[in-house]
């Protein structure tokens, strides 16, 4: 039976700092990426190696012969480590552990692979884990502690957080929608809870228009392809909009709709070396960029 180091090393850190919390700041994990490597370890084994209650960790007998065998095959490999040590030329990064990072459907689109890819090659011995999600469920996530960090709208100033992005809500239709006047807008729209949903239903309750939900669907991806066949109008961050589609305010008695920000947030537990590595690069991505002056001369 082989059996990984990395789990090992979790299994030493664990006893030799007296818990998961510091054995998690020890090796820049996460408390629960470290609690997911002590089961990984015991159901290799097949035995249980630690008692565990709410206020003490002790060994099982099993556990302290496991310890010693443990300790005496790291010593080993980090013996031969130093003995084999490669030049500094290609020494790998000493960042390790997990990144737990979620992200909305539709931000950063192509360059969401370019930047998993580039983390990739910058930090092989991290292992990412993505979360596609809605922003509402993300923001719970992060409350929750289930993410180190993920992207977010949020209202201008609002909150804390690194702006990665300026845009808006617009009411979008297909270029070739149209309504009768004084007939009741068909609007599409996800249901709640939903950001885009929220914005609209508070921007429309300011108005005596006529509307209607025509369509419903989950997935943002359905409400742009029921908006470009005609089904209704509907709440679009502005960057969102497809070919076909058109920007209505002001039109049908719409409402104009509030400014918004894609913001980088993250879990108020300790930053892990990995998760501020990935929060940087991803920063350094999506850095807003200065507005250009009017050109002059020639086009």
């Known amino acids: 039976m082989d059996f990984d180091p990395t789990l090992l090393r979790a299994f030493v850190a664990v006893k030799e700092t007296g818990g998961f919390t510091r054995a998690a700041q020890r090796l820049h994990l996460t408390q629960s990426a470290v609690s997911h490597q002590i089961r990984r370890l015991e159901e290799q084994v097949g035995r249980p190696l630690l008692y565990r209650t709410t206020r003490t ?9 496991f310890l010693q065998h443990a ?3 790291l010593a080993s490999l980090d013996a031969l480590s130093r003995r084999f040590q490669p030049s ?13 990072f979620g992200v909305p459907e539709t931000f ?8 998993l890819s580039r983390f990739a090659r910058a930090f092989p011995e991290v292992r990412l884990d993505v979360n596609v999600g809605t922003y509402l469920d993300l923001r719970a996530m992060i409350k929750a502690g289930e993410l180190d960090l993920a992207v977010v709208l949020a209202e201008p100033g609002g909150e804390g957080g690194t702006v990665l ?8 239709a297909a270029e070739a929608f149209d309504i009768a006047p004084g007939a009741s807008l068909p609007l599409a729209l996800s249901p709640a809870p939903c950001v885009n949903r929220q914005v609209g239903m508070a921007a429309l309750e ?4 006529a509307w209607h939900v025509a369509f419903t669907s989950p997935s943002q991806e359905g409400i742009r392809t029921a908006v470009l066949a005609g089904l209704g109008a509907s709440v ?10 058109k920007v209505v305010d002001g039109q049908y008695g719409l409402p104009p709709l509030p400014a918004a920000d894609f913001a980088l947030i993250w879990s108020d537990g300790e930053k892990t070396p990995a998760a501020r590595e990935f929060g940087q690069m991803l920063v350094s991505l999506q850095a807003p960029r200065p507005k250009q002056g009017p050109r002059h001369g020639k086009a």
């Open 71 to 73: 300790q005496r095959i």
């Open 108 to 115: 950063l689109g192509e360059r969401l692979p370019q930047l």
């Open 236 to 245: 679009q961050i502005r960057g969102d909009l497809k070919p076909g589609m």
């Open 88 to 100: 500094r030329r290609f020494q790998p990064s000493p960042v390790c552990g997990v990144v737990r």
């Open 57 to 65: 960790l002790t060994l099982t007998e099993d556990g302290n012969d």
């Open 165 to 172: 992005q300026h845009t808006r809500f617009v009411w979008a």
């Open 206 to 209: 300011g108005t005596s228009m």
